[in-house]
């Protein structure tokens, strides 16, 4: 008596593959809020000395949401141009964020993020200038 005989199969079951991933997913859709910082900090100022900058960007921010680059208060549609001409179209200078202590973080992070888009990549964030004792 002769047995049916099957034709190879050469396509791949991807079936398990995608259940392996699904539950990947899950897991770090799970485990990703968990690993955030939930915590609030007041930052200290900084202890260390200033860096001399010949002829340094500021780009300021204050409490009540005006900014400012040098001493000319700017809107983010007129911002990237402002920047560049402060910057004298050098794209290579360090840009200095000031900004006040109530200011929202998301507030500093939209600053940096237009100064990174416009292509200015050098940012330095300026802190209270005053003595603090070493951490032992």
Same mark, same amino acid.
């Given at each position: 008596m002769a047995g049916k005989r099957y034709d190879d199969n050469s396509q791949i079951n991807v079936t398990?593959? @995608?259940? #392996?991933?699904?539950?990947?997913?899950i897991i770090?859709? !799970?485990? *990703?809020p968990l690993a955030s910082v939930n915590v609030?900090?007041?930052?200290p100022p900084s202890a260390s000395?200033?860096?001399?900058?010949?002829?340094?960007?500021y780009v300021?921010?204050?409490?009540?949401?005006?900014?400012?680059?040098?001493? @000319?208060? #700017?809107?983010?549609?007129?911002?990237?141009?402002?920047? !560049?001409? *402060?910057?004298g179209n050098n794209y290579n200078r360090r840009v200095f964020i000031r900004a006040d202590k109530t200011v929202?973080?998301?507030?500093v992070m939209r600053v940096m993020n237009v100064i990174q888009d416009t292509?200015?990549?050098?940012?330095?964030? @300026?802190?209270?200038?005053?003595?603090?004792a070493p951490i032992k």
């Amino acid at each position: 008596m002769a047995g049916k005989r099957y034709d190879d199969n050469s396509q791949i079951n991807v079936t398990p593959f @995608v259940d #392996v991933m699904l539950v990947l997913l899950i897991i770090f859709m !799970v485990a *990703a809020p968990l690993a955030s910082v939930n915590v609030k900090v007041e930052l200290p100022p900084s202890a260390s000395k200033p860096a001399k900058v010949k002829d340094p960007v500021y780009v300021s921010l204050q409490a009540n949401g005006k900014v400012y680059i040098g001493d @000319v208060q #700017v809107n983010y549609a007129e911002f990237s141009t402002r920047l !560049v001409s *402060a910057a004298g179209n050098n794209y290579n200078r360090r840009v200095f964020i000031r900004a006040d202590k109530t200011v929202q973080y998301k507030e500093v992070m939209r600053v940096m993020n237009v100064i990174q888009d416009t292509g200015f990549y050098q940012i330095a964030l @300026v802190a209270e200038d005053r003595q603090v004792a070493p951490i032992k």
